[in-house]
C-alpha cells in the first residue's frame, strides 16, 4: 500500500458528505481502513453509561466518527484545499502543495 499524504495534526476540508465545506485538524489516522479522525466532523451520538469509578456520568455524548480518505483534501496556508505533491529536499522526501510549491510540513 503506498504512504498517505495525511497525517496527524493536519488541516484538512471535507469535499464530499453531508459535512461538505467543514474543516478540522486530523486527530487521528487509520491506515490500515483508509480512515481518518477529524476534529468536529462526522459528529454522531452515543449513549454513555455512568461509570462512578472512572468518574462519568451517563447520558448521551457527542464523538468523532471516522471518515473516509478519498472525502478529505488537505489545506495549504496560501491556496486553501490542495492536491499533495512530492519532492525530494537532500535526501528527504516533503510533501509539497501542487498549487503554489510549498512545502506542507505539519506542526509536531
Known amino acids: 500500500m503506498a ?3 495525511i497525517r496527524r495534526n493536519d488541516k484538512v476540508q471535507v469535499i464530499a458528505g453531508k459535512d461538505r465545506g467543514k474543516q478540522g485538524r486530523v486527530l487521528r489516522v487509520m491506515q490500515d481502513e483508509n480512515r481518518l479522525l477529524v476534529e468536529h466532523v462526522m459528529m454522531v451520538k452515543k449513549t454513555v453509561k455512568p461509570n462512578p469509578q472512572r468518574n462519568i456520568k451517563g ?3 457527542e ?3 471516522p471518515i473516509q480518505i478519498s472525502n478529505v483534501m488537505l ?3 496560501n491556496c486553501g484545499p490542495v492536491r499533495v505533491g512530492f519532492k525530494f529536499e537532500g535526501d528527504t522526501k516533503v510533501r509539497v502543495c501542487r498549487k503554489c510549491g510549498q512545502t506542507l510540513e505539519s506542526k509536531k
Open 3 to 5: 504512504g498517505l499524504k
Open 59 to 61: 447520558g448521551i455524548a
Open 63 to 65: 464523538q468523532e466518527n
Open 75 to 77: 489545506v495549504c496556508g
